[in-house]
Every structure is written in structure tokens, then in C-alpha cells.
């Protein structure tokens, strides 16, 4: 049976098309329906171009498995463990083009970084197919082992390799290893992991930063509030600039999209790319992975406020607009810090399938909880969902669902005081319950935190009006306590954390800075 449906095959065609050298498909193959569907992948390739040949008597390890390589470069290679699919599928179209000499859609500048990296880098990710942080991980690494032979890249499905996944204690995805070591979890792309490798990349950046003229709006963080003032900005035509921590935020971590006005379905990284995309359509100086640590306002009006960056350079502007979004609140109780990635996880579609007919706690009872746990109860052989409040905070069609599973306990009432773990990854948690004050024991191997959002606003202390909650007090123009200074997103106390609010939040502090740019005299003429 076909892998490759009619519709996919004809756009797979039409990207092979770009192929600028030959490639191989070298598939090691077992017993096994997934090697038979692997042997059916390699050979549907092959017959979509003459540039394209297929192979299934590899010898790897690794069965199923197959490679990627250049006929007149076999160094130029990359390795599949397992059926690229889901997610994973543009990540093998991705491999397949550059492999075959197609350049890949980055900076120049940054692909000679990786072309110019000296010593051996043996990577191995472990992924998911349901992950979707782990494509950026896998495209970015497939990319340096094209372009440089010093680099090799398998890219491991975790749930079908799940006693090596047990051997090197992978609890989060993606894992990626080095040289045989650990090397990150998490989203990373080609920029983050050659400034990991090439010790001088944060240096150079710090001194180019530091060259840059002030700007008349420099937005801090590069979320859709972010996104949107920096495009109203440059709309005006004044001098614009967007430092960010990663560019397209909160959205990155987030699956399914569906009550974004005008668009019935989409993802976040993909609504993350075509942000960036829309910034990059006009001359917005874009700085990512820059993470502001200090904000200093300015000591008259028309002065100059700056931002202190991690790496040691500052930006000066005349407005600033704050939106550096928020992060996933934890729990705050013993061995969460220490079991972190190793039991202890905040993304169930990253991380669930690592969990396969394990037992699991979910804890909070809004949404996103509940959400949660219907998601593990397909996959886990149990879910405990743990609220503090006395009932679900979710909507009762979510409810309903959840309540009709049959291998999830519901607590309420409940407040989690420990993270249990054997020194190596999670065995459990205790849990009190709020009206009798008894102490509970659950033996599980994954704890799913979803207990909401806490504002990026700890470097904002003392510069900038603060909520008893750490959100940026703002008022109805997007306004801090500041003049000059305005913010957006869900690092404010605007109520309902929402992309399209954010978006509008965002469209808005752009407009009421240039407002006080023209009422404050210092806009110069574009």
C-alpha cells in the first residue's frame, strides 16, 4: 500500500524538481510494517525524479532507518530513524532539497558559519511525530550536515525506538545529543545552535548591536504583539527595530489554532513564519534571539530610553513598546526543578508519545488541563488530573469528554506539594487534599503542568508600573507609567490572553507611539 497519497506525491514532484545534484535513498530495513513502509517511501522517491535513486540493502544499526546522501558527496548525508511523517514530512522535503544542492532560505551570512565549523559533530535528535518544536530542531541540524562533512544528523522517531529512548533516559522531545552527550532540549534553530557551537557569534552580535543608530520605535519581544507594532510602526515610515528572545514567542509551543478570526485552522509555527515573513516584508531591523535584561527610561522628555541585552550591548529609541509575552507558570514545589524534562513536562503533544502506556498526572482543570489530559488518555495507560479549585474551570463540552474516558481520575480539591523522583527521572507525586488536609501518593512516570501563564516582567522591576501579578500596568492606548514607554500582548493587564487581542494590543501601542512621537517634537522626517 502507497505511503504517499496522490495529492502529496504531485507536490512532492514538483519540489524535486529543484534538485541541483543527484541524491541516494539508502533504506536499512527489518522485519516489520514499519520497514515495509519505509521500503514503499524510499522507492515511491525514487520514481518521482531522475535525480533521485533508491537503495534497501543498508547495514545501519538502526532498523528502520534510512539515508539521505549526495551521489557525488556521500558526506553530505542525512538520516532518518524512522517513518518522517506528521510533522516530520517537511523536514524530509527540506532534507531531500538540500541534500540535492537546493540552498536553504537563511542568512547567508549564517550558512557560512556552519560551513565553516571545524572539528567533528556526530548529532542524534529524538523526536516525536506529534511534536511540534521538534521540526525546527530537525531541519536546522539536516541543514548543517548538508552543507558541511564535519556534520552528521539522524533524526530518531522516539516512539519507535523506545528501548533506546529507556537506555539514555529521553523523557522530553526534542532531545538532541552530541558527540554522544546532551546537547539541548527543546525548540532550537540554526542560528541558536551555531551560536552554541561558535563561542565568538555572541561576542560579534554585542558589537554589532552596539553600533546601531537609535531608533524612533524599538519594540522588546517579537510575539503577534510584537509582530503587529513592529509592522504599524515601519508603516509610518519611521526607523523601527524588534529585539526578541525568538521570534514568533508563545505561539511556537502552540498546536492547533482555531479561533483565529478569518482562518479556521492553523499552527503556531506556521503562524510564527508567516509573522515573521510580514515584519520582514518592510525594513524593520529584526534582532532575534536577543533577550533584554535591563530597561533604563529616559531622564527628560524626548530623551533617549535604552535596553540592556543579555549579551552586553544596549539599544537606544525614542519610543519602546514592551511585549515579551509570558511563559508557562509552574508549581513551585519540591524536585519540579530537578525532574524537569525528566518526568516533569509542559507540552503533552511534544511530549505524550515518550509516555506510551505510562501513567501520568496532568495538573490543572482549565483548558488547556483538560485538553491535556483527553490528548494523554489515547496514549498513556493513565491519567490522574489534579485541580486546586473544588471543579473543572474548563468548557463543559471538554468536560463531558474528559468525564467519559475511562482510564482518567478527576481530583479536586487538591494541591500538589512534591514532585517524587529516583534521582534519574519522576516516580510519582504527593498531592493534599484541601478539606481533609490528608497527604495522597500517586505512582506515575509523567507530571503535565498546564496551570496557566506568568508575565516575562522580572527585568522590568522598578522601570515600569507593575500589577500585583508582574503584568505592565497600561491604560487604554497601551500607555505604562512611563511617557514613551508603552507595552502589549500578555506581558500587560489587559484581560484574556488571545493571539487576535495581542495582535490588536500590539497594532495599538504602535499607533500611540507615533502619537507621542508627533506630539513630543522628536519624530525627524523619513
Known sequence: MPVLDASTTATLKQYLGNLRRPIELVASLGDGPKSAEIRSLVEEIAVLSDKVTARTDGDDARKPSFAIHAVDDPRAEVVFAGLPMGHEFTSLILALLHVGGHPPKEEEELLDAVRNLEGEYRFETFFSLSCQNCPDVVQA??????????????????????????????????????NGELFGQGRMDLAQIVAKLDTGATARAAEKIQAKEPFDVLVVGGGPAGAAAAIYAARKGIRTGVAAERFGGQVLDTLAIENFISVSHTEGPKLAAALEQHVKDYEVDVMNLQKAVELIPAKDLGGL??????????????????????????????????????????????DGPLFKGKRTAVIGGGNSGVEAAIDLAGITAHVTLIEFDSQLRADAVLQAKLRSLPNVTVVTSALTTEVLGDGEKVVGLRYRDRNSEDEHLVELEGIFVQIGLIPNTEWLEGSVALSNRGEIEVDARGATSVPGIFAAGDVTTVPYKQIVIAMGEGSKASLSAFDHLIRSSVLEPA
Open 141 to 178: 541540524l539536516n541543514i548543517m550536515a548538508a552543507l558541511n562533512p564535519n556534520v552528521s544528523h539522524v533524526a530518531i522517531d522516539g516512539a519507535l525506538f523506545q528501548d533506546e529512548v529507556e537506555a539514555r533516559k529521553v523523557l522530553a522531545v526534542p532531545a538532541i545529543f552530541l
Open 305 to 350: 530610553h535604552e535596553v540592556r541585552l543579555e549579551n552586553g550591548a544596549s539599544l537606544k529609541s525614542k519610543t519602546i513598546i514592551l511585549s515579551t509575552g509570558a511563559r508557562w507558570r509552574q508549581m513551585g514545589v519540591p524536585g519540579e526543578d530537578e525532574y524537569r524534562n525528566r518526568g516533569v513536562a509542559y507540552c503533552p503533544h511534544c
